[in-house]
């Protein structure tokens, strides 16, 4: 079974920092892609970045772009977001995810595999 675990969030004063991690287990790791999403009270689910399965290549909207980086550690079955210079916008649920196809980047749908998301507060 699959289960994507995301911790680190918490409240945060803005233009400060926090780093999310997302533990993997039940899934070839090192064969899948990891996307974070982050969804605010009354918005739709966002994509926020992805990395692909080697980590060579990742991609961050702009909205972060600058600000957040994503990173992972194949030998430890986990991802990062690094967020700096947070700011009150930044203010949502984060949750990881994985298509549940390997190799593919394609992700966000229902039907992949989702965290339970951890809850990121910034305050101005």
């Known amino acids: 079974q699959v289960h994507l675990v995301e911790s680190g969030g918490r409240l945060v004063q803005a233009g400060g920092s926090l780093r999310l991690t997302c533990l993997v287990t039940?899934?070839?790791?090192?064969?899948?892609?990891m996307g974070w999403f982050r969804q605010a009270p009354g918005k739709d689910r966002e994509l926020v970045g992805h990395?692909?399965?080697?980590?060579?290549?990742?991609y961050l909207a702009d909205s972060v772009k600058g600000r957040f980086t994503i990173s992972r550690d194949n030998a430890k079955n986990t991802v990062y977001l690094q967020m700096n210079n947070l700011k009150p916008e930044d203010t949502a649920i984060y949750f990881c995810?994985?298509?549940?196809?390997?190799?593919?980047?394609?992700?966000?749908?229902?039907?992949?595999?989702w965290g339970q998301g951890t809850q990121v507060t910034v305050f101005a």
């Open positions: 995810a994985s298509p549940r196809v390997s190799h593919i980047v394609t992700m966000g749908a229902r039907s992949d595999y």
């Open positions: 039940g899934l070839p790791f090192s064969d899948h892609a």
């Open positions: 990395i692909t399965w080697g980590g060579f290549s990742t």
